[in-house]
């Protein structure tokens, strides 16, 4: 008797929470952490944009900032992957460089202003496109003429791409965790519901 009593008791405890209220609460903690973690891409989204806006305007430590900002955000926050970008801005902004100071170390050279004559119609300022097509123009020349030495940056170190963690200890990570907790209690109950009425069966078939 005092083991039917013990059982009993057991089953009257945990069914002093419904599985139906359980689910209702995980429900509620769902689409909190789905509005969670959709911010947290929203605040991803906006620091890139700005990242592409500075890209655009030029200030050098202004682009910096913004990209060591979305760096850091991407880093300490869930589902904030930036997937992979590029700053053509810069790229182009410092191929210029290096195409102006190649003309700048022979500027006699007939091969620079046939290339120009022929390019700069082409394209509006200085561009990857423009300096391929520099690049093009001065390959026709005779190699006896002394070509200016053209080294452009690598396009990989102007492409990015950062990688946010799978959990973060922020809102949206404990809201998942929430999350899961809820479902493991529900999972664990309804075991817990098993097996103590089959406890209960086999004991009043022994009685």
């Known amino acids: 008797m005092a083991n039917k009593r013990q059982i009993k008791h057991g089953i009257e405890w945990l069914q002093t929470v419904k599985t139906w209220q359980l ?7 769902l689409f909190l952490a789905a509005t969670l973690l959709r911010l947290n891409n ?15 305007h030029g200030e050098v430590n202004d682009l910096h900032a913004r990209v060591y900002d979305l760096q850091r955000y991407s880093a300490a926050h869930m589902n904030a992957d930036t997937s992979t970008f590029y700053l053509q801005g810069q790229y182009d902004r410092d191929s210029q460089k290096a195409l102006e100071a190649a003309q700048a170390a022979n500027p006699g050279s007939n091969a620079n ?21 520099f690049l093009r123009e001065m390959e026709k020349y005779p190699t006896t ?14 492409q990015y ?45 022994d009685a």
Request: proline share 6%.
């Open 42 to 56: 929203v605040g991803m989204v906006q620091r890139r944009n700005a990242v592409m806006a500075a890209d655009k």
């Open 113 to 133: 202003a046939e290339a120009e004559a022929v390019c700069k119609p082409q394209f509006n300022g200085y561009s990857s496109a423009y300096l391929q097509c």
């Open 161 to 205: 791409n950062f990688v946010s963690p799978l959990w973060s200890p922020d809102f949206a990570g404990f809201s998942v965790l929430a999350c899961l907790l809820i479902t493991l209690v529900i999972f664990l109950r309804l075991i817990g519901l098993g097996v103590l009425h089959l406890l209960l069966k086999r004991s009043f078939r």
């Open 145 to 158: 003429e002394k070509l200016p030495e053209v080294k452009t940056p690598s396009p990989a170190l102007y």
């Open 23 to 29: 689910i209702l609460i995980l429900i509620v903690m």
